[in-house]
């Protein structure tokens, strides 16, 4: 299972970006997709999971409303729209997996960070900045 984040880049308070996730057609079918992200200094946080079966996206508290996730079946990604960034959002974003069923609902309560995921992406660095 291979996994490849990109997307991320410098951009101003309010602003927008899109991360995508490119994976197998394989994994888009079966394995949910989680977005993680860690700042300097800072433990690691589910931001957002596409639960796959069925279609449900899952987010964490404080980028409800602001990040979308979705799938592109074309492209074989699993993206994360991010609008109204914020300063707080700078970090660098990985997506993961796992070859085993989990609960996406985990990226709410905050139980995604103690999950042993199996696959991971190389990261992708967001840096919200005037």
């Known amino acids: 299972v291979q996994l490849q984040a990109s997307g991320g880049g410098l951009v101003q308070p309010g602003g927008s970006l899109r991360l995508s996730c490119l994976t197998s057609g394989l994994v888009m079918n079966y394995y949910n997709i989680v977005w993680f992200r860690q700042a300097p200094g800072k433990e690691r946080e589910g931001v957002s999971c596409?639960?796959?079966?069925?279609?449900?996206?899952f987010y964490e508290e404080s980028v409800k409303g602001r990040f979308t996730i979705s799938r592109n079946d074309d492209k074989n990604t699993v993206d994360l729209q991010m609008n109204g960034l914020k300063p707080d959002d700078s970090a660098i974003y990985y997506c993961?997996?796992?070859?085993?069923?989990?609960?996406?609902?985990?990226?709410?309560?905050?139980?995604?960070?103690?999950?042993?995921?199996?696959?991971w992406g190389k990261g992708t660095q967001v840096t919200v900045s005037s």
């Open positions: 596409l639960q796959i079966i069925p279609n449900t996206p």
């Open positions: 993961a997996t796992d070859g085993a069923p989990f609960d996406c609902a985990e990226v709410e309560t905050g139980a995604i960070t103690r999950r042993a995921l199996r696959y």
